[in-house]
């Protein structure tokens, strides 16, 4: 059983950073493309940032920039650093595995990240 369990989030003053981390277990992790989603309230879930099994990346152009998405496959874990955070990035963030064996896509929990102005 696929499991993506995420750490990091919490509250930030504008302009600060934050971490988030998200550890999976339960997959051949490299075999996966990893993500970060967002969805605040009222807002349909949208994509932050993508890297690949191969290490490729794409980011949402409103966070192109200030965020940097990156994957550890000897720990199985990918993080998402977030730089010059403002307001509007306060969404509740989750990390996703598309396995690409299965065309399965597995969700974490998701963690909380607020922007104070």
């Known amino acids: 059983q696929v499991q993506l369990v995420e750490s990091g989030g919490g509250l930030v003053q504008a302009g600060g950073s934050l971490r988030l981390s998200c550890a999976a277990s339960g997959t051949t992790f490299s075999d996966n493309d990893m993500g970060w989603y967002r969805q605040a309230p009222g807002k349909q879930r949208e994509l932050v940032a993508l890297?690949?099994?191969?290490?490729?990346?794409n980011y949402a152009v409103s966070v192109k920039g200030r965020f940097t998405i990156s994957r550890d496959n000897a720990k199985n874990t990918v993080s998402l650093q977030m730089n010059s955070l403002k307001p509007e990035d306060t969404a509740v963030y989750y990390c996703?595995?598309?396995?690409?064996?299965?065309?399965?896509?597995?969700w974490g929990q998701g963690t909380q990240v607020t922007v104070s102005s």
């Open positions: 890297i690949t099994s191969g290490g490729s990346t």
């Open positions: 996703s595995a598309y396995q690409i064996s299965t065309g399965v896509n597995f």
